[in-house]
């Protein structure tokens, strides 16, 4: 009997395991809205010009008006994001869709820089130009309900919340503005504080 329910607590745990893992791959490869201009390059169309709807890491709206075929390879390249292969899966009058094709590593390094992207404006971030562009490095302004100004470097960024680096340390649950959002300060950091972002009106809970 005991027998039975260490194999069955070790079956539980690995469930346990794959479905985080499964939540994870969610998360990394959930589909942004972005619009970016940028220029595209097939065998069929030469280069012509696009502009990017929405992106993860697996793959890309995009809306062009260069006639694709499904399963044709396209390159394209768009600011901040940079090259990008992949295989044309669905293909329209106004644009087409392609699953990407990258290692690993690129599709890390990818999911990195939509997130940056994602977040700089919406939080009013200023990217400093004079600095090696890195997902995550920014100048933020942020307002306290009392009406206290911080101004922050921003260490960590997510579709969810964000990491700041500064000497103040607003109590717990605090309403923070940052640009356009608003969010609650979440924990203290050794070097600041993190803030989860309160979901947009009408987001499903």
Known sequence: MAQTTDVSGRLDRRKIKI???GA???????????SIPGRALCASQGEFVCR????????????????????????MM???????????????????AARLTATQRKRDRLADAITWRFNMARLGLKEDRTAPRKPGRGRAT????????????????????AAFACLERP????????????????????????????PPPGAPD
């Open 24 to 34: 994870e791959e969610r998360r990394r490869h959930r589909r942004v809205r972005l």
């Open 52 to 75: 990017l709807i929405d992106i993860s890491p697996g793959g890309v709206r995009v809306a062009a008006q260069a006639p694709l075929a499904r399963g044709e390879r396209v390159v």
């Open 171 to 198: 109590r717990i649950g605090e309403t923070v503005r940052v640009g356009g959002m608003t969010g609650r300060v979440a924990r203290w950091l050794d070097t600041g504080f993190a803030v989860h972002f309160d």
């Open 142 to 161: 942020l307002s306290l309900r009392d009406g206290v100004i911080i101004q922050a470097d921003v260490t960590d960024v997510s579709v969810t919340g």
């Open 78 to 96: 768009f600011d901040g994001l940079g090259r990008m292969e992949g295989e044309v899966v669905r293909a329209g009058k106004g644009g087409f």
């Open 19 to 21: 479905a985080a893992r």
